[in-house]
């Protein structure tokens, strides 16, 4: 069965600190997907990854890295955590072939005090 | 820039209701459509996804169908359950940048015993 795991369901940490959210998946899929969603902004991409090492800035990047040194291993990194990155993340993954379903993990609530 | 939109924002209805979600998009030139469910605090679960060359897509009580020409989608939901009380997202994959999904804002759908 599909299985995207995210490291921390619920996580706090203070502004100024890198902060580091992992997420895993064991279908071997080429594509990762970090979002984050806010109320009444919906679900915003911020980065995806169409294969190791490889990254794209989505909609929303600024504030935010990413690593994908291995296949099923995508990374997000908050640089220097502010109040206004406090959000649910969520990170998916899909086959490369265009039009194939996206996977979703549980997601990580963040909070930056 | 496609936009997504879901009206309404919230539907409460009694048990054992057939009931329609809507969908609609701005851009026609989209690869496909997919409906997904959020249980509150949790991640994503796929529903339905229909390819652009198609009209509809079933799956037990569901049935999700596609006008591309006329940007819209519903998602049909017979003999509605409490069991199904959680938010419903669509989202687009553009034709160009098909891997991409660009999401609703969904629709809180409560179902009362």
């Known amino acids: 069965d599909v299985k995207v795991t995210q490291s921390s369901r619920y996580l706090v940490k203070r502004t100024g600190e890198k902060v580091f959210l992992e997420c895993v998946q064991d279908m071997d899929h080429e594509n990762m997907f970090w979002y984050r969603q806010d109320p009444g902004l919906g679900l915003r991409l911020i980065y995806f990854s169409y294969d190791v090492k490889m990254k794209e800035k989505g909609d929303i990047p600024e504030g935010y890295s990413v690593s994908r040194e291995k296949k099923e291993r995508f990374s997000l990194i908050l640089e220097s955590a502010s109040t206004n990155q406090t959000s649910m993340y969520l990170c998916a993954s899909s086959l490369y072939r265009v039009g194939q379903p996206q996977h979703f993990g549980d997601g990580t609530r963040l909070s930056i005090l | 820039k496609q936009e997504v939109t879901q009206i309404p924002a919230a539907l409460s209805v009694p048990e054992g209701e057939n009931l329609v979600l809507n969908c609609s998009f701005t851009d026609s030139a989209i690869y496909n459509l997919q409906w997904f469910r959020q249980d509150p605090g949790k991640g994503l679960t796929s529903l339905l996804l229909i390819q652009s060359s198609q009209r509809e897509q079933t799956s037990g009580r569901l049935n999700a169908s596609l006008d591309k020409s006329s940007g819209r989608s519903t998602l049909y939901i017979a003999a509605s359950q409490p069991g199904d009380s959680a938010t419903y997202l669509c989202?687009?994959?553009?034709?160009?940048?098909?891997?991409?999904?660009?999401f609703g804002q969904g629709t809180r759908l409560t179902i009362n015993p």
């Open positions: 989202a687009v994959s553009p034709s160009q940048g098909a891997q991409k999904l660009v």
